[in-house]
């Protein structure tokens, strides 16, 4: 793993602020799809996220390649211009395929720009100090995702569903000039003479490492019993709750609110390995019964309240989990690990917002969340001792 003798906590801060800037934008743009479509039905919901989530699915491999291969001033700048001009396309009034056609195209763009910005934090941060630096960003992540579903909610109220468009299409193609003003880039190491690059080499380093292995075994078991609340909240809300499109803002607004008070809890301190360790289980157990929560919630209050909980659990994951991830991977495959990662969770995301459309509408909303949490805790009790027990191989190296 590459070795870094000094955190340069300013410059991880500024990169993680513009990163959170771009990450509001992406907001605004997933809340103004999904109510625009929303009257289309559960599976006109499901086709966005299945569209939006399948570039990280097809590209991985040459996304993470094209991470650890080209500077991150070449691959950021290109990246960014083609996916603002494709989010600004998407204001107008435009036939179904082709919004998913942009949305595909734009979601390409971030599949590319999501492991180029991963590289970057371990050359910017010392091995002690991963988890405090990805706390750290997580927290700026979490302001934008605090504010974005809210203020989504209010400018569709009043403007329609144009300017949110506008305002992400600016934030996705400033974000091309941000390596130049922060001074952050990654240099690949040059190839062997008659070495080649391998697309797969993430994948196959994911597989062999124990604790790579396990832990996104477990990931990937809770993204597919629970990715069905993103397809199905939008109607438990607003059909059988009443909430408005403000409401609905606010509802993800809680989720965020509890994301962003435990990312700055994993910013402010160090703890030990074994701690984060546990507190990364107990993070996950709260999360995977999230859904269960939703489907048993009187009103709109108690899922707010839930959510603000599950968010809590979701910040562990963000900082301690992938945290784990930086560690033990070589610094010359982190993209292409990054990129593995990612795509193992899109095939679980979109296997289950597969079906969920047509199990929402045979069984209801409720009786989805409620069995889809029940399994994710199940696969979670099942799952999460091989995890730590990796893990605590690790840590007694």
Known sequence: MLEVTKTQWSKIQAMA??????????????????????????????????????????????????????????????????????IFAQAQELPNYLILTLLFIANTCASVVGPTWGKLTPTLAKKEDIGRAMGTIQSYFTIAGLFGPALAGFLVDRTGFVITFMIDGFLTTFIALVPFLINVNHKPQPLEPGEKTSVAAGFKFMMDNPLLRSLVILVFGMVLCISVVNVGDVF???????????????????????????????????????????????????????????????????????????????ATINAYGVGMMIKVTPHEVQGRVFAAFGAIVSVASIGSMSVAGYLIGAFGVREVFVIAGSLAFVAFAVLFPTVYREQMKQIKL
């Open 17 to 86: 602020i513009a990163r959170a800037f771009s990450l509001l934008g992406t907001e605004l743009t997933i809340f103004t799809l999904v109510f625009r479509e929303k009257d289309q039905g559960p599976a006109a919901i499901a086709a966005l996220f299945i569209v939006g989530t399948l570039p990280m699915i097809i590209f991985s491999p040459w996304a993470g390649t094209i991470a650890d291969r080209f500077s991150t001033r070449t691959v950021i700048p290109i990246a960014s211009v083609i996916g603002g001009a494709a």
């Open 236 to 314: 438990l809300l607003t059909e059988i709750m009443g909430a408005s499109s403000f409401i609905y803002g606010l509802v993800g607004t809680g989720f965020a609110a509890g994301t962003l008070i435990f990312s700055a809890f994993t910013g402010s301190r160090k703890v030990n390995p074994k701690t984060e360790l546990i507190i990364l289980g107990f993070g996950m157990a709260i999360l995977s019964l999230s859904g269960f929560g939703v489907g048993i919630a009187p009103n709109y209050w108690f899922i707010m309240v839930v959510w603000f909980i599950a968010g809590m659990g979701n």
